[in-house]
C-alpha cells in the first residue's frame, strides 16, 4: 500500500484510542514510514463528511463570491 500524499511504504501501525476508551481500546491504522500519515477508517469517515459539509457550504456562497474560492481535497 502506498501513501496518497507522497506515495511512500504504508506499514500497518497500532494506536491508543483515548477518544473512544471501551473494548475497542487499540486502534490499527495505516502509516507512512515517508511522511506520517496515518489513515485508518474513522479518520477517513470523518475527512469523507468534513470534505461534504465544506461542499454544502461553497454551494450556499454568494454567487457573485464563488468563482474566487474553490474547495480542495486534501489527502483523501
Ligand atoms: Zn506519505
Do not use: Q
Amino acid at each position: 500500500m502506498t501513501c496518497r500524499r507522497c506515495h511512500g511504504l504504508m506499514v500497518a501501525d497500532y494506536y491508543i484510542d483515548l477518544l473512544n476508551g471501551g473494548e475497542d481500546f487499540w486502534l490499527r491504522a495505516w502509516r507512512c514510514v515517508n511522511c506520517g500519515e496515518v489513515v485508518e477508517p474513522g479518520i477517513i469517515r470523518h475527512r469523507l463528511e468534513r470534505r461534504s459539509l465544506l461542499s454544502s457550504l461553497a454551494k450556499r456562497w454568494p454567487k457573485t463570491a464563488r468563482k474566487e474560492y474553490e474547495v480542495i481535497a486534501l489527502g483523501i
